[in-house]
């Protein structure tokens, strides 16, 4: 026994009518998103590379507009209940060939048919659970990138720290040393003077005692 006819499935759908692509392209991918929740057929579209998964893209998008607005639905849970593309109109062309013959050109073009619906309760409990271990390890890794970003404050506040206490304690002793040879300079000054006076004084006396000795040859 065959199963439901095409406009006989139940769910919401929507529909692109006469699209110019071929019916074996777009099946393609629709095999791909067929009985995935929406949120995975999406992912599988955005990462597919051929040109009918952005049409397909936007047929279920809609899709998922029409269940929303008019079903009352909610998004997350729905699924890809049916997808499917039949063949259109099939425009005809010729080209010139050889001898004068001409040769066939189809331009076919294809309808394209999503079909969402509600996901049963079991799968709804197991998709419920992934997203909730999801939010979970995306949780764990947003506390564990913000305790890493605080670590990397509190090193860098360390060794901004270390660096200035190391600068006061290198003008610190830069000081010290000016004050020691300010000393030591003090210091040779003042025996310098010292043994200035010293030289005078001696000087003096040579001087006086000379003139001493002159005047007792006089008389």
Known sequence: MTGPKTNERPGTRATLRGYHMSASKARVVLNLIRNEDVNTAREILAGTTREAADVIGKVLASAVANAVNNDS?????????????????????FTPRARGRAGKIRKRACHITVIVSRLDEDRLEVLRAARSAQAAASRTRRVASSRRRADQTASLNKRETAAA??????????ENEAVETDVATNDVTAEVDTAVEETVVEETSTDETVSENATEEQN
């Open 165 to 174: 206490v190391a600068a006061e304690e290198l003008e610190n002793q830069v």
């Open 73 to 93: 639905m909610n998004a997350d849970e729905l699924y890809v209940s049916a997808a499917f593309a039949d063949e259109g109109i099939t425009m005809k062309r």
